[in-house]
């Protein structure tokens, strides 16, 4: 039984598209409907496959943003120098076909059984699978106290702004923003460094579990200050989505 469930999870199978949607002038959510879907965990991703018409193909891995029973979503960021991003930001329209597998990933997924309290650490579109794991948790009506800390260039490139704008109880969002901050604001704005994580992290007494996901060169910064620390490397888990980013 196990070994047909993987199988099949590392099956291509053809997805259509239901609907784009615009989180931010370079972000897109894509809806698909993926007929043999066998569900996923929140923090799992897919790996998308794309052919053009000399055969050429390419694949790149894309986070699930939806929870665990609602149709998949992605959430993708353009890159502009890009080879796969562009094309699934500006040209997939709903009724059009991809090629995917999935889902994918056994570590960094989180279940209210897995408990907390939990620190959200995302940079730019490293938000994608927290923003999963949060809306599990408000599905599953779990409890665990939550603080997530989001980092981002500027406001218009928050993802799913309006969604953490009203985030569910017992759930803590701080907003970082890096290069440009609109008057009046009052979040941090500043890169995540130590100072920072000291004042959103939960004590290390609390026995914290931290997910932090983005631009490897976030990932990396943000781990080692949260190790420093004091929290244990085994409750720190993290998604590296490549590249060197600027959040
Ligand atoms: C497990 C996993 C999950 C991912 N989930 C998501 C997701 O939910 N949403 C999303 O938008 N992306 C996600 N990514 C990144 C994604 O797989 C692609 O790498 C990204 O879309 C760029 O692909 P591209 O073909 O457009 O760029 P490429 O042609 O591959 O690269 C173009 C240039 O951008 C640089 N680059 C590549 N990736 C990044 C990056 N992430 N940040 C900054 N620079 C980069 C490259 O070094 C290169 O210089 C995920 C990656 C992994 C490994």
Redesign the pocket.
């Given at each position: 039984m196990a070994g047909t469930a993987l199988r099949g999870r590392l099956t291509w199978q053809v997805a259509t598209v239901l609907a784009v949607s615009v989180e931010t002038p370079s972000v897109r959510t894509i809806m698909l409907d993926v007929p043999d879907w066998p569900g996923h965990q929140a923090g799992q991703?897919v790996d998308i496959r794309l052919t053009d018409e000399d055969g050429y193909v390419?694949e790149?891995?894309?986070?699930i943003a939806s929870a665990p029973g609602e149709p998949v979503a992605?959430?993708?960021?353009r890159?502009d120098?890009?080879?796969?991003?562009?094309y699934l930001t500006d040209e997939l329209r709903a009724g059009d076909e991809l090629e995917l597998r999935g889902p994918i990933g056994g570590y960094f997924v989180w279940e209210p059984a897995d408990g907390g309290p939990l620190l959200l650490l995302a940079g730019g579109?490293g938000i994608?699978p927290l923003r999963s794991i949060l809306r599990h948790r408000e599905r599953t009506g779990s409890t665990v106290p939550v603080r997530l800390l989001y980092s981002s260039r500027a406001l218009d490139d928050v993802i799913y702004r309006a969604e953490l704008d009203k985030p569910a109880a017992g759930v803590e969002v701080f907003h970082t923003l890096t290069r440009h901050q609109p008057p009046g604001w009052s979040g941090y704005a500043r890169r995540v460094d130590a100072a920072l994580l000291a004042d959103v992290m939960w004590p290390t007494s609390t026995m914290p579990l931290a997910y932090i996901c983005g631009?490897t060169s976030f990932v990396e910064a943000v781990s080692q200050a949260l190790v420093q620390s004091g929290y244990p490397p085994q409750r720190v888990k993290t998604?590296?989505?490549?590249?060197?980013?600027g959040t």
């Open positions: 991703h390419a790149r891995s894309y986070s992605l959430t993708v960021e890159l120098d890009g080879e796969v991003s562009p579109s994608v631009p998604e590296r989505f490549g590249g060197t980013g």
